[in-house]
T-cell receptor, first 109, second 113 residues
């Protein structure tokens, strides 16, 4: 399975934007980039996914580099509820989600 | 609420015992996945079923088995339990197992003593 690299942890002030980076230099043409997050004591939660173009939804935006070797999850205004571990995952077709270690986001009030 | 229901929420059992974890997927979802999350291993994919058939296997021990029933609910059976099997077990479901999002349950916390 293609590998992703994320920082172990990041901090953000409440109500400020957060940019969570992910490197995936071995991504293949058929890999989609998925982001999930896991809040404390909960199961993982889907955030967003994309292939080549930038994507927006009610939770976040996903910016994908032109060469697709990296991507950035953008939370436009961090809230305390956004404190979680964020996972960047490459997924091909019906293959499963293989979770790495993710980035632990701390939101400072 | 993801729509995926896992029971029980907590389970405490002794080494050597056998337990069954149950998962009811979201209505209409054909794919069910099982994951194990322990402190030192992170989220590990165990197994996937699609419409009653096993589709993919991950790091699932031979002591563990699963099945998906005609009503699409799934059970994960863990036998000859060891202390190291203590973990959170998550079930997820998705419509077809493609690029769509997967919905995770709240997990079953298994403690083996």
């Amino acid at each position: 399975d293609a590998k992703t690299t994320q920082p172990n942890s990041m901090e953000s002030n409440e109500e400020e934007p957060v940019h969570l980076p992910c490197n995936h230099s071995t991504i293949s043409g058929t890999d989609y980039i998925h982001w999930y997050r896991q809040l404390p004591s909960q199961g993982p939660e889907y955030v967003i996914h994309g292939l080549t173009s930038n994507v927006n939804n009610r939770m976040a935006s996903l910016a994908i580099a032109e060469d697709r070797k990296s991507s950035t999850l953008i939370l436009h205004r961090a809230t305390l509820r956004d404190a979680a571990v964020y996972y960047c995952i490459l997924k091909t077709g019906a293959n499963n989600l293989f979770f790495g270690t993710g980035t632990r986001l701390t939101v400072i009030p | 609420d993801s729509g995926v229901t896992q029971t029980p929420k907590h389970l405490i059992t002794a080494t050597g015992q056998r337990v069954t974890l149950r998962c009811s997927p979201r209505s209409g979802d054909l794919s069910v996945y099982w994951y194990q999350q322990s402190l030192d291993q992170g989220l590990q994919f165990l197994i996937q079923y699609y419409n009653g058939e096993e589709r993919a296997k991950g790091n699932i021990l031979e002591r563990f088995s699963a099945q998906q029933f005609p009503d699409l609910h799934s059970e994960l059976n863990l036998s000859s339990l060891e202390l190291g099997d203590s973990a959170l077990y998550f079930c997820a479901s998705s419509v077809q197992g493609g690029q769509g999002e997967a919905f995770f349950g709240q997990g079953t916390r298994l403690t083996v003593v």
